[in-house]
């Protein structure tokens, strides 16, 4: 397949990848400024040339993939055969430069529970550059006349994220939908709805972080009943509650909204960065 084609795929695949170009080629080199390859963890698709000039290439894509780097760099190799490397000898006399795009995996966030906190939240995270799953069981509260149309109209008309809307009377059933390492945020208006999710949400393999909007009385009986499920303290701690910063005492919606948003930025950073890069 061609270089568009694997992204593509590598993205369906929730994959990371580094786009590797001929930014600038000076004199002979094996192939044009502007072929392109996509470098994955375990996989290439096109060339840049081949021999040195592309192990080498490929060497430092994948360092960028191990780091969990965001930010493109250009690397420069002399073709020459003074120009000895680990990847031995090309000496067709030129100098290329090549632009090495880290793609990382879009990020994907679930809130369930769209009250006045969920809408604060909500407003917040599309304009993040992720996959932003809104589920509610109350069908009101995912109208077009509240939520508008993301992207274009409404309180998420400047949504740059993916957003899909949910009405689902049972809401954790959305949790088997959502992507490898989403993270999840509960939040709903009904205490019994949050302990089903968080009790389903604790089953569902995968998911990256589960947070919890509430107070500490209420994960204390929460702890209680999902003790009597068969959970443990293992599963208990990968439950975030209260979710959110430190040291936000306002309990309007904006300012806790302001606070769970930024918790979750963290969590979305720190799952972008392998455990052996950290």
């Not at 390492?181 to 998911?207: F, K, N, Q, Y």
């Not at 040291?247 to 806790?256: D, F, L, N, T």
Request: aromatic share 2%; net charge negative; charged share 20%.
């Amino acid at each position: 397949m061609d270089w568009v084609d694997a992204l593509q795929h590598l993205r369906a695949a929730r994959r990371p990848a580094v786009i590797v170009t001929l930014a600038m080629v000076r004199g002979h080199a094996p192939r044009n400024g502007g072929a392109k390859m996509i470098v994955a963890p375990d996989a290439m698709y096109g060339t840049v040339g081949g021999g040195n000039l592309e192990a080498t290439a490929v060497r430092r894509a994948r360092e960028l993939l191990e780091e969990g780097a965001a930010e493109p760099e250009l690397l420069t190799l002399t073709l020459s055969d003074k120009a000895t490397t680990e990847y031995g000898v090309q000496c067709c006399g030129g100098e290329v430069t090549m632009l090495l795009e880290p793609v990382p995996v879009v990020p994907a966030v679930a809130i369930l529970g769209m009250g006045h906190v969920g809408l604060e939240l909500a407003r917040i995270l599309a304009r993040q550059r992720i996959e932003l799953d809104l589920v509610d069981s109350r069908a009101e509260m995912l109208s077009a006349e509240r939520l508008g149309d993301p992207g274009s109209t409404g309180v998420l008309a400047d949504a740059v994220a993916t957003v899909r809307v949910h009405h689902l009377p049972v809401p954790e059933s959305a949790l088997a939908e959502l992507p490898p390492g989403a993270h999840v945020l509960v939040m709903t208006h009904d205490h019994v709805e949050d302990l089903a999710i968080v009790e389903s949400a604790l089953r569902t393999p995968g998911l990256g972080s589960i947070g919890l909007i509430g107070s500490r009385s209420k994960w204390a009986r929460f702890t209680t009943q999902l003790r009597e499920a068969g959970f443990g303290d293992d599963d208990l701690a990968r439950v975030s509650t209260p979710i959110g910063i430190e040291g936000i005492r306002s309990k309007e919606p904006a300012a806790i909204a302001v606070s769970v948003a930024a918790r979750v930025l963290q969590q979305v950073e720190a799952a972008a960065v392998p455990s052996s890069a950290s």
